[in-house]
């Protein structure tokens, strides 16, 4: 049968139903080693976690913008990389760019995702306000939520940061007990419910470096994480509770406090299922698969012999790790065995095909010792990361969040208004007395009655004047507290993390049960 044209194009137009929303997501990544304040020594490798995070969103988004210079040692390592200065001015026209562009490509219905990653350190001034140190300034905790943060309703937006006190940024937790507080404040992050954190610090933590990974610890670890390492439901994805649980089994060898890190990481409130890197939509020329009969202890290293992965694997855990291309990779496992993986090979590849080869380890001591036998001392799989959900994340994920309630309740307004309304009532009732013992004082032609008569005149008026201007300032302050006064509510509120988990009660808070 031959159908009219029109008809046809009514069809076409049926079967081909509504299109599918586009994925887009950019990473502006800043990395500065000197600090702003005096007595803070310069850090040695936030550039290098600065580059290597671009190399890493190279394949992840689509944009990357690089802020970032690189001291002597590391100018040779990324010569070829494009980055600009890390100063104030640089850093928020960049915000100011990137938060356009994704408000941009959300219009067009786009679903867009925008990571802000900053290695380098943080700080408090004297009013407990946060800061970020930039090579000529400071990125205050304003310009994060004026220049990108309050954007947010249009697009998701991660907020990494690898810096001293990063956890400036979840005040309302109340960890910041040894600092002066901020006081109240309009700039609450549980507001803005399309906003991730992957935090270094939950509170006043030190930013810690370890030469051995030419690296931040934390940043290490999450590079790691997120290379797919931390994948323990194997669907292709990395979800934050993957992260959290991957990080914290990285640490859990680590007992000396001082040297032992606390991360906070929360997904999106308004989003908790989103993963943080879906491999679907990354473009990794090629991904290595690993898989062992006994507990690996296992480092990727690149053709510069620098770290690009180090994970320790429970036996029978497989995992797929994406791998950058255009340069070889060695993989070693348990510093006995290494594995060569060509830079020409695309496409997954499992390590149980490749040739192995001796390796010798290398020796330590001091700090350099004590990383090395504690760091990723605790084999990584479903069953670590699942002790760690049910036990520890969903308290420490745990928050306060200020509500403001109808104006019809507040307490006080009601009272003073109440107790205004009834002074009012009692001024005039007395004023109606003294009224009525003046007509009777005129009215006898006793002087003992009138005098007795015009006590209870000057007694009725003034207890009648005293409560109708006390009633009147009641009444006054009732209405200035409902119109300006909204009372609030501190509510606890453990974030929903999406159809994969679910929350067990416990005392005192919550606990995350996995399904892997």
């Keep these: 049968m031959r159908y009219p044209l029109p008809i046809l194009a009514f069809i076409f137009f049926l079967s081909a139903g509504p299109a599918e929303a586009a994925h887009r997501s950019m990473a502006l990544i800043i990395g500065n080693n000197r600090p702003v304040d005096e007595g803070l020594d ?300 060509p830079a020409d090979v695309v496409g997954t590849v499992d390590l149980s095909v490749l040739d192995g080869q001796a390796s010798t380890p290398l020796a330590s001591r001091g700090v350099d010792e004590y990383y090395v036998r504690h760091l990723f001392s605790q084999a990584y799989g479903p069953d670590v990361a699942a002790e760690y959900l049910s036990t520890r994340y969903g308290p420490a994920l745990a928050f306060t969040r200020t509500i403001v309630r109808p104006w019809y309740e507040n307490g006080w307004a009601w009272a003073a208004t109440g107790t205004g309304i009834a002074l009012l009532g009692v001024g005039a009732a007395l004023e109606g007395l003294a009224v009525s013992e003046s007509d009777a004082a005129g009215n006898t032609p006793w002087g003992d009655e009138k005098a007795a008569y015009n006590d209870r005149v000057a007694r009725y008026n003034a207890l009648g004047v005293a409560s109708l201007v006390v009633g009147g300032g009641a009444l006054a302050a009732g209405t200035a507290l409902f119109l300006f006064d909204r009372p609030t509510e501190q509510v606890p509120v453990v974030p929903n993390l999406g159809p994969d988990f679910s929350f067990l009660p416990l005392p005192g808070g919550a606990a995350v049960e996995g399904r892997f």
């Design 42 to 341: 310069p850090l040695k490798f936030a550039d290098d976690d600065a580059f290597r995070y671009e190399r890493f969103f190279h394949f992840v988004a689509d944009e990357v913008t690089l802020l970032a210079r690189s001291d002597t040692d590391s100018a040779a390592l990324y010569a070829n990389v494009a980055a600009e200065a890390p100063t104030r001015d640089n850093v928020i026209a960049s915000m100011d760019e990137v938060a356009a562009r994704a408000v941009e490509a959300a219009g067009r219905g786009d679903s867009v995702t925008v990571y802000f990653v900053f290695t380098g350190h943080g700080n408090y001034d004297a009013e407990g306000r946060g800061y970020l140190h930039l090579e000529d300034g400071k990125l205050t905790t304003r310009d994060l939520f004026y220049h990108l943060i309050r954007h947010s309703a249009d697009f998701r937006l991660v907020l990494l940061v690898d810096a001293c006190n990063a956890g400036f940024l979840v005040k309302s937790r109340g960890e910041t007990e040894e600092r002066r507080p901020a006081g109240t404040t309009g700039l609450e992050l549980e507001r803005f419910t399309n906003v991730a954190l992957v935090l270094s610090s939950s509170s006043s933590g030190e930013v810690r470096e370890w030469g051995r990974y030419l690296s931040g610890i934390f940043s290490h670890q999450v590079r790691s994480a997120l290379t797919g390492a931390a994948d323990v439901n194997t669907d292709g994805k990395i979800t934050f509770p993957e992260l959290a649980a991957f990080v914290d089994a990285a640490n859990q060898g680590v007992s000396n406090p001082s040297l032992r890190l606390t991360p906070y990481i929360r997904p999106p409130l308004a989003d908790p299922g989103m993963p943080v890197v879906d491999f679907a939509r990354t473009r990794f020329p090629r991904f290595v698969r690993m898989q062992f009969d006994t507990p690996a202890r296992v480092t990727v290293l690149d053709s510069d012999l620098v770290r690009y992965a180090d994970f320790h694997l429970r036996a029978g855990y497989a995992v797929n790790v994406g791998l950058p291309g255009s340069r070889e990779f060695l993989v070693s496992v348990n510093d006995r065995i290494e594995y060569r993986l």
